[in-house]
């Protein structure tokens, strides 16, 4: 029998977070991506039978770190929360065998709040603006961990939808980070006057009508497994410089992109520029004076550059004992 490869829950994950540089690691991959050193696919998913769920496959290819992986992430329905897991499974571009299989939980939430850091970077105003973060859980928290020194923020806001109803303790963390976090009573308070807005939520419907805002703003949004989920009103999206982590498999899943390509005259050709041709320079978007969406559904080379540095920091710590 072979040796066993590495099995990392969520606490071992976590603690080998702690030694990578996510944003970089991502600005590298989108990189490859453009330079034809990586592929990737569209995402698929799988519909359980009964409608008792779902499964999210997301895969890729990367050449630089010779290594290849699938992330499985599956919503299965119970009679109380729906259940929601993610795996990664990193394999050899060399030898073809299995490398490790780790807990993607925390592996997700920091490749997603990177992506949208290292598009914050790329497309935000140089000078200091108002932040908005609208969410409260760990994907919102983390995306405020990865903004924070991006821009010399003069005025940083948290809200959700259920601010009002939400305990006390579910913004402790996000004041505990920074002074100048405000927690604001509702989305409509915490986005006035923002330059930046990282929408943050599991919601399948709207939080936000970019339409409503009085002066413009760069807007992101990611994904959650909720069918054609969208943060944004589809009808929107027309009036918009649209953005996204991929443009070839992006408006396959975005829920208000495809929407808005069924019901409201919307074309993925409108699509200014994605991450790998503005990680490279490719596109240098004008300043159109319109609001700046960028969307983001998440990649399986996320998982795998991250997995793959992960993997590479767990054998060499392995060496030095």
């Known amino acids: 029998m072979s040796a066993p490869i590495p099995v990392l829950d969520d606490a071992a994950i976590v603690r080998l977070l702690a030694d990578v540089d996510v944003p970089r690691l991502l600005r590298g991959m989108f990189a490859s991506l453009q330079a034809g050193a990586a592929v990737q696919p569209p995402q698929t998913l799988t519909e359980f039978p009964q409608t008792s769920g779902d499964v999210i496959t997301y895969s890729g290819i990367l050449e630089p770190v010779r290594a290849f992986g699938v992330k499985l992430s599956p919503y299965i329905a119970t009679s109380g929360p729906p259940l929601i897991t993610a795996w990664t499974l990193l394999m050899s571009l060399e030898t073809g065998a299995p490398l490790m299989l780790c807990d993607s939980k925390r592996l997700t939430t920091e490749r997603t709040a990177a992506t949208t850091a290292v598009a914050v970077d790329l497309l935000a105003p140089a000078q200091g603006e ?8 760990d994907i919102a928290f983390a995306h405020l961990r990865h903004a924070l020194s991006l821009r010399p923020w ?4 948290v809200a959700s939808r259920r601010t009002a109803t939400e305990p006390a303790a579910a913004f402790e963390r996000f004041t505990a980070l920074d002074p100048r976090v405000t927690v604001c009573a509702s989305v409509e308070a ?4 923002a330059g930046v807005i990282l929408l943050c939520t599991s919601s399948g419907t709207p939080v936000l009508d970019p339409r409503r805002l009085k002066t413009p703003a760069l807007i992101t949004s990611i994904s959650t497994n909720v069918a054609r989920a969208h943060e944004i009103p589809p009808v929107a999206l027309p009036d918009l410089d649209v953005f996204c982590d991929y443009r070839p498999t992006a408006p396959l899943s975005a829920g208000e992109m495809v929407i808005a390509g069924e019901d409201h005259g919307w074309s993925p050709q409108a699509i200014v520029a994605d991450l790998p041709e503005l990680v490279s320079g490719t596109v240098r978007p004008d300043v159109t004076g319109r609001h700046r969406f960028f969307r983001s559904i998440g990649l399986g ?3 795998i550059a991250v997995a793959a540095e992960i993997h590479r920091v767990l054998m060499a710590a392995q060496k030095g004992t």
């Open 301 to 303: 080379l996320e998982d």
């Open 130 to 137: 108002g932040l908005a973060i609208i969410g409260t859980g």
């Open 190 to 193: 915490a986005v006035e006057g």
């Open 154 to 157: 003069t005025r940083i806001t």
